[in-house]
Nanobody
Framework: QVHLLESGGGSVQAGGSLRLSCVVS????????MGWFRQAPGKQREGVAT???????TYVYSVKGRFTISKDISKNTLYLQMNNLKPEDTAMYYC????????????????WGQGTQVTVSS
């Protein structure tokens, strides 16, 4: 059974940085598509970034140049480095895996963590 546990969220001021972590058990990261998603209050969950098994990355336009997705296979952990945070980045952030195809569409992902809250104040 796959388990994902996110951490690293918190409250920061605009322009600040956070690094989210997602510890994964039950599968080996090296061959999996991994993704970060977020859901703001009253909005649908959206894909933020994905990391394919061949090291390809994709980002939603709003975070390009500010967020970086990466993984440490030795720790079976996925990361999301978030720099120059903006109030509009405020959301619950989720990591996900077991993707039918590596896209930012949440419907393709079968395993999810419980999320970590990120709040950015202006």
């Amino acid at each position: 059974q796959v388990h994902l546990l996110e951490s690293g969220g918190g409250s920061v001021q605009a322009g600040g940085s956070l690094r989210l972590s997602c510890v994964v058990s039950g599968i080996t990261l090296g061959r999996q598509c991994m993704g970060w998603f977020r859901q703001a209050p009253g909005k649908q969950r959206e894909g933020v970034a994905t990391l394919a098994d061949i090291e390809r990355t994709t980002y939603v336009y709003s975070v390009k140049g500010r967020f970086t997705i990466s993984k440490d296979i030795s720790k079976n952990t996925l990361y999301l480095q978030m720099n120059n945070l903006k109030p509009e980045d405020t959301a619950m952030y989720y990591c996900a895996t077991e993707a039918l195809t590596c896209t930012t569409h949440e419907s393709y992902f079968g395993a999810w963590g419980q999320g970590t809250q990120v709040t950015v104040s202006s």
